[in-house]
């Protein structure tokens, strides 16, 4: 009777640091029976019990796409790599990889932020 409640089988729509008070203490109430006394909690104590139950270590803020990112950064290099090997006539094949580049780089904030 006593399941194991993981991140994942909670099925989150986003991550717990952006939910609100009130969906925190829906899923603590709803979701993970082990945390008694979630109505009257607030969002860091709620937080921290949801965290402490699904074993998060709150010191570490390692972003969970640190391996995306690191695949997204080393397509960086290779295009920037192809970028350099083009001369000044291949103004528009430098112009598309810049593009590239930046849309990538975008990609890799995004998903740190998170």
């Known amino acids: 009777m006593s399941e194991?409640?993981?991140l994942e089988s909670l099925n989150l729509k986003k991550p717990l640091e952006k939910m609100t008070a009130k969906e925190l203490r829906d899923l603590a109430i709803n979701k993970i029976p082990q945390i008694t006394g979630a109505s009257g909690m607030g969002k860091d104590e709620l937080?921290?019990?949801i965290k402490e139950v699904l074993g998060?270590?709150?010191g570490s803020k390692v972003s969970p796409y640190k391996e995306q990112i690191w695949g997204i950064k080393r397509e960086i290099r290779e295009l920037k790599a192809q970028k350099e090997q083009l001369s000044e006539a291949d103004r528009k094949q430098r112009?598309?990889?810049r593009q590239r580049i930046k849309k990538l780089k975008r990609k890799t904030r995004r998903l740190a932020a998170y």
């Open 4 to 6: 194991q409640v993981t």
């Open 95 to 97: 112009d598309e990889l």
């Open 47 to 49: 937080l921290s019990a």
């Open 56 to 58: 998060i270590d709150e």
